[in-house]
C-alpha cells in the first residue's frame, strides 16, 4: 500500500530547487541551460549537473547545447566537471547529490506545505516531532488535510486512542529513513517504510497509509490473494466477525483454489466458513505439533509441524501471517474440512470402502480405529480387492492372521497430511514395515502407487484413497539380493582366479566350492 501525490509528499516539496516550479509559464532561459547540465551530468546520479569552467579562471557556467560540443564559453576554452546541482547537496556515501537543502526541518515543512492536520497529529506523539526536527535524512509522504478528513471515524478513533503506538506506527508508515526524490519513484517501486521496516509501495492515490496493526481482518485480506474467500465470507453473513474488535484468526484459502468456482451459499458452506475462523488472535510462529484450535463453528482444529510446512488439519500456511489491530489473517493453501469422526466412522459412511470395512471387522482391527490416536490410513477402496487375483483374495479374506497383516500395512503410526510430504517421507506402518510417501506434480504416491483422493480427515487420523492393496516387503516377488545373476555366473566359471590352484588354496577352497553349489541350482 502506497501514496503518491495529493497527499503533499515531502519528497516532491524538498526535490524542488528555488528556481524550479511543478507547472506554469514557459521554462525561463537559466531554467533551459540548467535542464541541459542535468542531462549531461546524470550518469554521475540524481541532481548531478554538468558544469564547464574556464580555463585559468574559476569561473563556472552551466553549460548548454553549443557549448558543451564546442567546450567553449565565448571563444575561450573550458574543461568539464560535475557538481550538484542548485538546491542539493552530498550525501556521503551515496551516489550523485539525492540530498535537497530543506526549506526547513521536517517539521516545519509540513506547516509550509499545507499539511497542518499530519503536523497536528505528530505533536500529539511524544517522540517523532523531536526526530523530525533533529538530524538525520528523511522523507516523508504527507497526507493531505483531507486525506485525514476522510478516514472512517473508527479507524481515525483507534489511532487516536493510543496516540504513541497506533498513531505513531501510523505516521512511521508514511516515512522512509533517507532522501527520496521525485525523479526517483515509480509506479509499482518499493520503499523501505520506518515502521517495522515494512514497505512502502509507491502508487497514485490519495488516501490515509494505514499499518497493518491499525486494520481489521477485512482490511488486511483486501490486499492479499484472498478476496474470493472474503466474498464468500461476506456472503455468508459473516462479514461483522471480520470488522469488529473480537479477537480472531481467519483462515483464508487462496483464489486460486477456487479456480474451477465457488460452492454455493447454503447451510454446509456457512458452517465450514465458520470453522475457518479461530477463536483466538494467534501467530503462526507460536504454533506448535498436536495443537488444537478452536473455531467459531465449534470445531477443534489440529496442527500439524512437518519439515517443510505447517498446517491446520489438510491445509497449509501459504504465505506469511498479516496481523492486524484485533484479528490476524493466515494465507492457506486450500479449503480446510474439519474432522467428521472417527477413522472407522468415515470408512463406514463411504460406500467406496464396504469391503475395507468388512476386512478390518475380520481382522479384529475395529477398536484400533475407534480409538483416539494418530493414524495416516491408505484405504484400498471396492475395486482395489476386486482387482485381487480371485484365489489371493480368497485366501487372504478367510485367515484373519494375514489380513490383519496386510491391513495394519496400510496404516501408518502417525498423521501425514498431503502438505506435509516432501519429495520422500518413510512412515513406519503398524505391521513395522514402511511405506514410500512421495509428492510430485501435486500428485501423493505410496510405494509409488499413485493416492486417488488425499486428505479425508478423521479425529484420529487422515485417509487416503488408494485404488490398489498394498503388499508388505516380505510379500512381494523379488530376486535375493545375495544371488548374482547368470551372466555373472557365467564370468565367474571363465575367471582365471579361480584356476585348479585357485581350488588349492587354503584359503580360496570353502569360497569357490559354495559358489559351484550355487552354480547347479
Known sequence: MA????????????????????????KSPYQLVLQHS?????????????VQKVIGTNRKYFTNC????QRKICGKSTVISYECCPGYEKVPGEKGCPAALPLSNLYETLGVVGSTTTQLYTDRTEKLRPE????GSFTIFAPSNEAWASLPAEVLDSLVSNVNIELLNALRYHM???????????????????????????????????????????ELAAESDVSTAIDLFRQAGLGNHLSGSERLTLLAPLNSVFKDGTPPIDAHTRNLLRNHIIKDQLASKYLYHGQTLETLGGKKLRVFVYRNSLCIENSCIAAHDKRGRYGTLFTMDRVL?????????????????????AAIQSAGLTETLNREGVYTVFAPTNEAFRALPPRERSRLLG???????????????????????????????LQGDKLEVSLKNNVVSVNKEPVAEPDIMATNGVVHVITNVLQPPANRPQERGDELADSALEIFKQASAFSRASQRSVRLAPVYQKLLERMKH
Open 176 to 218: 522512509v529513513g533517507r532522501r527520496v526524490l521525485t525523479d526517483e519513484l515509480k509506479h509499482g517501486m518499493t520503499l523501505t517504510s520506518m515502521y517495522q521496516n515494512s514497505n512502502i509501495q509507491i502508487h497514485h492515490i490519495d488516501e490515509l497509509l494505514i499499518p497493518d496493526s491499525a486494520k481489521t481482518l477485512f
Open 66 to 69: 553549443k557549448q558543451w560540443y
Open 38 to 50: 542535468r542531462l549531461r551530468g546524470r550518469q554521475h546520479g540524481p541532481n548531478v549537473c554538468a
Open 399 to 429: 485367515d484373519a492372521k494375514e489380513l490383519a497383516n496386510i491391513l495394519k500395512y496400510h496404516i501408518g503410526d502417525e498423521i501425514l497430511v498431503s502438505g506435509g510430504i516432501g519429495a520422500l517421507v518413510r512412515l513406519k506402518s
Open 3 to 26: 501514496l503518491f501525490v495529493r497527499l503533499l509528499a515531502l519528497a516532491l516539496a524538498l526535490a524542488l530547487g528555488p528556481a524550479a516550479t511543478l507547472a506554469g509559464p514557459a
Open 337 to 357: 474440512t474439519p474432522p467428521m469422526g472417527t477413522v472407522m466412522d468415515v470408512l463406514k459412511g463411504d460406500n467406496r470402502f464396504s469391503m475395507l470395512v
Open 132 to 135: 523530525m526536527e533533529g538530524p
